[in-house]
Every structure is written in structure tokens, then in C-alpha cells.
């Protein structure tokens, strides 16, 4: 260890505690008990949509477009899991298959 | 008053049931992720009770990896609180998606709220509960699940550490296709395409801009504003 065990609690609460307020925040602001402006009822209703968008380029931040293997591995293993959601509309088979796809590309070849 | 209790526990059961299935991606993704935490904080020195407090209290996946360099320099407590912010700023986005689906749910609200994290969000955002499954023990399982994975796989990784050696290199790609799946759900919806096509391009715009580190703020900055442009586009 590093810190001392005071430290190191106090770290803990400090990290719990902004992630916290980013969770409570909203709920705070527009409480049950109050109707909420229609701006908030319209983002409510577009914004999931828009931050699954961003949870998939979030994931895909760290591969590698312009170099080898240029992306490869995922853009096949989403491609088969397009494919797969598409063809037999079953959650577990397309994350499933996908994920399996992947693990062997790079597993394979030593990627 | 018995009778009352014994029907909740049969529509928690069921709910339980329910959302299992949903959660078996995040229970593979959450192993191998939470694992890696407690085997990290266990070669900076940190033990088991140490990493399971941290996913336990915190639960802040991206984060608590952050927080490991933290751990490992001088004493900064404000700096870990504002790099705690800005890191899992994205969660005040997915509280605002949740108002609605949130109200009325008592006291499992709290915990719900305390406990939303990416992969609660898309489950919890894209799947509805069936008919005969209680809305709030739905909720409740799917971020109850979720949570027990994550931390229970921290104290895994703690215990057996480096006695593993398994291969799951890639294995984690099982959360990208857990999102990808569940956006493809949502886009089912066809008032969802533009939101969703804003969501994606927004983010590699971010991305191309600000390189994979500093990118999800400015996303959530851009999506923002081309969501409250769109609408008033939409209402003149």
C-alpha cells in the first residue's frame, strides 16, 4: 500500500462521491413529485438511443484505423452480429457468437 | 400480512427470473473486467478488502481503474473528486433517460439510482418489463444482478489473483457486443433513428477531435446541442 489506510478510505469516498452526485444530480433537479419542463421529457425520450451511440464508439476508442489490423477483428465480429441479430433475433446468440468470432481473430492470430 | 410478504418474494422470484437472461453479457463481462480490478489492486499493494470496498461503495468501473494511479501517488482526495466527475460525467444523461422509468418506485429508487452504471442503463433503458413482471423488481433485478457481479468478481480476482491463468484475452469484447446489440434494439424503434445516428457520429466527430481519452464530454456536449437544435427544428 502506498497511502495509509485513512488515505486510502478517503480516496475511496472521494471517488464515490463524484460519482454520486453524477447519478443523483438529475434526480435531484427534477424530483418525482414535480413535472419535469418539456425540454427534459424530450431529452428523456431521445437521449438512450444517443448514448448507446456513444457506449459503442466509447469501446471502439482505442482500435487502431490506420495501422494493422486497421479494425479488422471488431468490424467483423460486429458485422456477425449484425448478421445474427438480424437473422434470428435471439440477444444472447448475436453477443455470444460475436464475442467468440473475436476472441478467436485475435486469439489466432497472435493479434 | 404473511400472505402479503410471501407475494412479494414470488414477484421478486419472478422478476428475478426475468432479468436474468438479460444480464448473462454483463455477468461475462463483469467477471473478467471486475477480476482484472482486484488482481490490479492487488499488484499495487492494495488487498482484497481494499478492492471490494472500492467496487462496493464507489462501483464506478472506468474509473476505479483510473483511480488505481491515484492510489499509487501522493494523497490527492480533490483531485480524485473531480477526476470522479468528469470521468463519469455521462451518468447525469442516463439519469435524465431514466426519470420516467424511475417514478414511483419507492424505496428500491434509491438503490437503482446509486447503482446505475452503462450496463444497467442499456438493459434497463432498451428492455420492458413483460406483463405479470413487476416494473420495479424488474428494474431492481437487472441492477441488483449487475452489481453482485461486479463486486463479487473484485473479491475473485482479489482472492485467487495471479493463480489464474486462463485465457480470455478478447473475452471482453462481450460488453461492446452487449451495447451493440441493444443500440441495434433500440433503433428498431423508428423515432429512434435520428437520435441514435446522432449519438454514433457526435461521438467519432469527439473522437477524431479530442483522441480516445478526452472524448466523451465533448460527445455528450454535441449531442446535446444537435438534439435541442433538432427539436427546435422539429417544433417550427
Known sequence: ?111 | MIQQEDKKIIQIKNAMKYAFPHTIPVMTGFLVLGMAYGVLMQANGYGTLWAVLMSGIAFCGSMQFVAVSLLTSPFQPVEAFLLSLMVNARHLFYGISMLDRFKGLGKVRLFLIYTLCDETFSISSSVQAPDGIDRRYFYFSISLLNYIYWVFATFLGGILGSFITMNTKGLDFVLTALFVVLFMEQMKTKENHTPGIIGILCSIVSLIIFGPNGMVIPAMIFILFTLLVRRKALCT
Open chain 1, 1 to 111: 500500500m502506498y497511502l495509509t489506510q485513512f488515505q486510502t478510505f478517503s480516496i475511496i469516498l472521494s471517488v464515490a462521491l463524484g460519482a454520486m452526485i453524477t447519478r443523483f444530480l438529475p434526480f435531484i433537479f427534477f424530483p418525482e413529485n414535480k413535472e419535469p419542463p418539456q425540454i427534459v421529457h424530450y431529452l428523456g425520450r431521445v437521449l438512450p438511443p444517443s448514448m448507446m451511440g456513444l457506449l459503442v464508439v466509447y469501446c471502439l476508442k482505442n482500435v487502431t484505423v490506420l495501422q494493422a489490423p486497421f479494425g479488422l477483428p471488431e468490424l467483423a465480429s460486429i458485422f456477425l452480429i449484425v448478421i445474427l441479430q438480424k437473422w434470428k433475433r435471439n440477444v444472447l446468440l448475436s453477443i455470444g457468437g460475436g464475442t467468440v468470432l473475436y476472441m478467436f481473430i485475435i486469439n489466432y492470430f497472435g493479434i
